[in-house]
């Protein structure tokens, strides 16, 4: 079965400190992604990876940054966190010219 | 750009009824995949069934099929026989097929809350 983990369940920071969240996967996948998940907004792609150092914006990278350095981990980085960032942050992995996104179990952070 | 909605914010059934989530989207590609995935209460989001949009049969999974209009923009979810364990959020997913180069990248609806009742 396809692992995807990430580092925590539920984080809390304050409002200015850096904060990294990080995802793993065990299937020797090239892409990964970075969405966030809000109420009645679903989920909105943040940055994807589509290879080891290799990085796109998604549609809302404003404030968000990302780090690839090994193939199996994908870190979302938020330089100074806002409370606007409060939200779930969820990572997927797939093969390249495969169509199935596979899931972590996601991180809710709350900014304060 | 894409977009996907989902007009339906919850929906309930009664166990072992037939349930139907919609979902509309809006592209002006041509080739191209949707999605529905299910995210069950505190659990990871998985894959339910896909539609390729050069196909014209509706795609099925077991209790799951899906009703695909692609002049209609139109991509809605049937749930037979539903089950306690089918309650989740539901998310129709949009993903353009760009072929071996694709990297897959999805754009959601807003999602859809099911709750079956006993």
């Known amino acids: 079965d396809v692992k995807v983990t990430q580092s925590s369940r539920y984080l809390v920071k304050r409002t200015g400190e850096k904060v990294f969240l990080e995802c793993v996967q065990d299937?020797?996948?090239?892409?990964m992604f970075w969405y966030r998940q809000d109420p009645g907004l679903g989920l909105r792609l943040i940055y994807f990876?589509?290879?080891?150092?290799?990085?796109e914006k998604g549609d809302i990278p404003e404030g968000y940054s990302v780090s690839r350095e090994k193939k199996e981990r994908f870190s979302l980085i938020l330089e100074s966190a806002s409370t606007n960032q409060t939200s779930m942050y969820l990572c997927?992995?797939?093969?390249?010219?495969?169509?199935?996104?596979?899931f972590g179990p996601g991180t809710r952070l709350t900014v304060t | 750009a894409q977009t996907v909605t989902q007009s339906q914010p919850e929906m309930s059934v009664q166990e072992a009824e037939t349930v139907t989530l919609s979902c509309t989207y809006d592209?002006?590609?041509?080739?191209?995949?949707l999605f529905w995935y299910k995210q069950p209460p505190s659990r990871q989001m998985i894959l339910v069934i896909r539609?390729?949009?050069?196909?014209?049969q509706n795609a099925t999974e077991n209790r799951f099929s899906v009703n695909f209009q692609k002049a209609a923009k139109s991509f809605s979810l049937k749930i037979s026989d539903s089950q306690l364990g089918d309650t989740a959020m539901y998310f129709c997913?949009?993903?353009?097929?760009?072929?071996?180069?694709?990297?897959?990248?999805?754009?959601f609806g807003q999602g859809t809350i099911l709750t079956v009742h006993p």
């Open positions: 997927a992995s797939k093969w390249t010219g495969t169509y199935e996104q596979y």
């Open positions: 299937m020797d996948h090239e892409n």
């Open positions: 990876s589509y290879d080891v150092k290799m990085k």
């Open positions: 592209t002006s590609e041509n080739n191209y995949y």
């Open positions: 539609q390729e949009a050069y196909k014209q």
């Open positions: 997913a949009f993903m353009k097929n760009a072929g071996g180069t694709s990297y897959g990248k999805l754009t």
